[in-house]
């Protein structure tokens, strides 16, 4: 069995990591290339980078910050917001991240999804998906509806029927993001993301809700997912990654140690 991946998220606007609920009332937190280096030699197995401003103000994402977060940390670490093309792909990964995860703009234009696959790889394309509950009605079968532009705009989309085409298209992980949860520190959306889960081959990282170590062991197991995205519990000192993942080995979910 694969290990389970503990997966830092730094949302970061205006050049300075931030936090908020529910997509709302941010508050810087601190320098995103500081905090990269402090979870990585805390035992991360990843960093998620997002430029949550880039898509709803149109222009490109910081593409220097995310050089320096690359010179800085020696794992895997995937970097959204603001990639609308092809070409806006080669510029992250040549900055040095290994993953592009893309939102609003495959949703705009899923092409991207299997354009980017066949220049750079399955593996490093990432469907980051912001959803919703709405109850289920003809439209949102699921009851999980696709929201994009920092949860903004409400797409008439399913979430669970976008993650099977995006898969078909060629992405290789998707990163579920509950707007619900968000920030909530009450756990992670166990339904959606089981229903996710279940239903697509490809990995799923639980993003949205993490306050404590148990509800990472509810997500993994519960909801089936492949790593959970952490923010609030570790940003703000809470918990450490090395406590989080003590907590997991101690239950019985295989995790990559760090202590």
Not at 2 to 23: A, E, H, M, N, Q
Not at 112 to 135: P, R, T, W, Y
Not at 204 to 227: C, Q, R
């Amino acid at each position: 069995m694969l290990s389970k991946r503990i997966i830092p998220c730094l949302d970061v606007r205006d050049g300075k990591t931030t936090k908020g609920i529910k997509f709302r009332d941010n508050v810087d937190i601190g320098d995103p290339v500081e905090m990269a280096r402090f979870y990585y030699e805390a035992g991360a197995d990843e960093i998620v980078f997002y430029d949550i401003t880039a898509s709803s103000e149109k222009r490109d994402i910081m593409i220097d910050v995310v050089r320096r977060v690359a010179e800085t940390i020696f794992i895997p670490f995937s970097v959204g917001g603001g990639i609308r093309t092809i070409e806006d792909m080669r510029k992250v990964l040549l900055a040095g991240a290994e993953k592009v995860s893309v939102n609003s703009a495959a949703v705009k234009n899923p092409e991207i999804i299997s354009k980017g696959a066949e220049a750079f790889g399955n593996q490093c394309v990432v469907l980051g998906m912001d959803v919703k509950h709405v109850g289920k009605n003809e439209d949102i079968p699921s009851g999980y509806e696709i929201v994009i532009n920092g949860g903004r705009t409400f797409m008439g989309i399913d979430a669970l029927e976008w993650a099977i085409e995006a898969e078909k298209l060629g992405a290789g992980e998707i990163c579920l993001n509950s707007i619900d949860a968000d920030g909530t520190c009450e756990g992670y959306e166990l339904a959606l993301t089981s229903l996710i889960s279940e239903n697509v081959g490809i990995p799923v990282i639980a993003s949205g809700g993490a306050g404590k170590p148990e509800h990472l062991y509810d997500v993994l197991t519960k909801g089936k997912a492949d790593a959970a995205l952490i923010a609030s519990m570790v940003h703000y000192g809470t918990y450490s990654i090395s406590g989080i993942k003590s907590h997991l080995d101690k239950n019985g979910v295989k995790v990559r140690k760090s202590w």
